[in-house]
């Protein structure tokens, strides 16, 4: 199998050489960038199959280098992994809403970066289900063509909405989306859904979820997901 590529943007020589070095012992292809000119320039030509991309860039920065690979049909398809700074949620926010897949917030541990990238990695290779396929994960079991969700083999009395959002979250499970993702996906033609009451029909989810309550996950200032 031919080696995947990873383009890793990070203007600090110190950390981009670190993951360089990192990566390439988890038997990646690497390639540098110092900044987001050079990263959009490589990314045409090299065509990776991930670009780790820091968002504090001197220039152009992290953000637009994220808005452009994606509009630009030869890098539309590659994964985007942000690395972040604490503090930066409404950066991370705009950005996976850019269609970045997922980010990590500095300081990292090198060998958590690499178990991520690789799952971004595997991810990207694994279609989600079809709409109509009923999801399991350990004992919720979700059937989306008959609108029903059994928990310990007892269904569940949700409502659409609840349905449609513990849908979106669980056919992604690891994936995180913001609430403004989740209203695009779910809002119905007959009612609103705000980004307020996302929050709202989380809490009642997770109270219908009992036992599996727990893995609808809020994460801080960014959004929610369904954890694995
Ligand atoms: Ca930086």
New binding site residues.
């Given amino acids: 199998m031919a080696k995947e590529k990873i383009l890793v943007v ?3 020589e110190d950390i981009r050489e670190l993951l360089r070095y990192n990566l390439s012992r988890e038997g990646y292809q690497v390639a540098g960038a110092a900044s987001g000119e050079e990263a959009l320039e490589i990314a045409g030509r090299l065509q990776p199959d991930l670009v780790l991309l ?1 968002l ?2 001197p220039g152009v920065d992290g953000l637009e280098v994220c808005r452009r690979l994606k509009q630009d049909d030869r890098t539309r398809d590659l994964a985007i992994v942000m690395l972040t700074a604490k503090g930066e949620e409404a950066d991370i926010v705009a950005g996976l809403e850019l269609g970045a897949d997922d980010y990590i917030t500095k300081p990292f541990s090198p060998r958590i970066l690499v178990a991520r990238l690789r799952a971004v990695l595997r991810r990207r290779k694994t279609e989600p289900p079809p709409a109509t396929a009923p999801i399991r994960i350990h004992e919720l079991i979700i059937h989306p063509g008959r609108y029903e969700v059994l928990l310990e083999g007892r269904p569940l009395d949700l409502t659409a909405t609840e349905f449609r959002l513990l849908h979106l979250l669980a056919c992604r499970p690891g994936w995180v989306f913001t609430r403004s993702q989740i209203v695009n996906a779910i809002h119905g033609e007959d009612y609103p859904v705000s980004e307020r009451s996302v929050d709202v029909q989380i809490v009642n989810l997770r109270k219908k979820l009992g036992s599996m309550g727990n893995h609808l996950e809020t994460v801080r200032g960014v959004g929610y997901r369904f954890r694995e």
């Fill in positions: 990070e203007d600090e820091d504090m860039l």
